[in-house]
């Protein structure tokens, strides 16, 4: 088995670095300064456990591999290039290529099997970060993640298996789950919060901060459960998580933030359409009111454009709150 991993982002970086320090044959795609790093220099893999130069070998496009039938695709894109890059590889790869989603929000699963027929989502708990070219940073030790797959929309079988096994022998724990997505749906409710810290929040305080978290929580459970959609509880959640992936220092720095903020930190587009924006869309369709979640899909388009210009976002909570009552008093 030959694992392909298009984005050698946080996530990617890191399941690719112990993928290949672990023995595994492993092609990363990787654009722009980061990959050009990584095929100078190596990808430069830091953890509490300490640091190393992974070899890894790196194209600039999907269009640069062969594929064939022995490759299984893990896409660690951020959801806004999930359609583009689906298409590229249905082009050249073989139909019935494994996709293996692991990435946030819930649409990514959805826009794969609409062009191939073996789709497996991950809920991956996996606290890293890669704000350099060349260069991503884990911030657990021993496990350096929990990576529990599925196939989607439902079910499990040999690939899944035979993935999972493959994640194991990295340092993952992964479980093998028919439902994966109820526990994918319960990250979404997670990860609504991101936009909060992105513009400013307290990192400290994330993701079970004070008024704002819970309200645009509170939105997303009751969207979810108009849609009819599973979800695990969040006494679930936490014993799943248990005390594995407790936070630790890399080289003497703490994790500042999650994906999204470390999205603007660098400039880049943000993936909040996918996460907030979802809540957003779901609500439109089943009738549910999302006035908080709405408010910070849009504050984080605005954001994205300052980030793209050099300018940091500096909202607290406090006064994202106060813009939420000011437009709901004039509603």
Not at 134 to 140: P, W
């Amino acid at each position: 088995m030959r694992i392909i991993v298009v984005g050698v982002g946080a996530v990617g970086g890191t399941v690719a670095a112990r993928l290949v320090m672990t023995g595994h044959d492993v092609v990363g795609v990787a654009r722009g300064a980061h990959g050009q790093a990584i095929r100078e220099h190596g990808l430069r893999f830091e953890s509490p456990l300490g640091a190393t130069t992974v070899d890894l070998p790196v194209v600039a496009s999907v269009t640069d591999i062969e594929f064939d039938d022995h490759d299984v695709v893990l896409l660690a894109v951020k959801s806004h290039d999930t359609t583009a890059l689906l298409d590229e590889i249905r082009a050249i790869a073989p139909p019935a290529i494994p996709i293996v989603c692991l990435q946030n929000g819930i649409d990514n699963e959805r826009q794969a099997l609409r062009r191939f027929p073996n789709v497996y989502g991950v809920c991956v708990i996996l606290p890293a970060d890669h704000l350099e070219p060349g260069l991503v940073r884990l911030y657990t030790a021993p496990a350096p993640g929990l990576l529990d797959i599925g196939r989607y929309p439902t079910g499990t079988d040999a690939m899944c298996e035979a993935i999972a096994e493959v994640f194991r022998s990295g340092g993952f724990e992964s479980v093998v789950r028919p439902d994966v997505m109820a526990w994918k749906h319960r990250k979404l409710i997670l990860n609504l919060a991101n936009a909060i810290e992105a513009l400013g929040g307290n990192f400290a305080s994330w993701p079970t901060g004070g008024e704002l978290v819970s309200q645009v929580n509170a939105e997303g459970e009751a969207v979810l459960a108009a849609a009819g959609l599973p979800v695990v509880s969040a006494e679930d959640d936490a014993a799943r998580r248990g005390d594995t992936l407790t936070l630790q220092r890399v080289g003497g720095d703490k994790r500042d933030g999650g994906s999204t903020k470390q999205s603007l930190q660098r400039g880049m587009p943000v993936e909040t359409d996918y996460l907030n924006g979802e809540i957003v869309l779901l609500g439109r369709l089943y009738g549910v009111p999302t006035p908080a979640n709405a408010l910070l899909q849009g504050l984080l388009a605005e954001a994205a454009e300052l980030a793209a210009e050099g300018h940091a976002p500096t909202l607290s909570e406090a006064e994202i709150l106060d813009i939420l009552r000011r437009q709901q008093a004039a509603s």
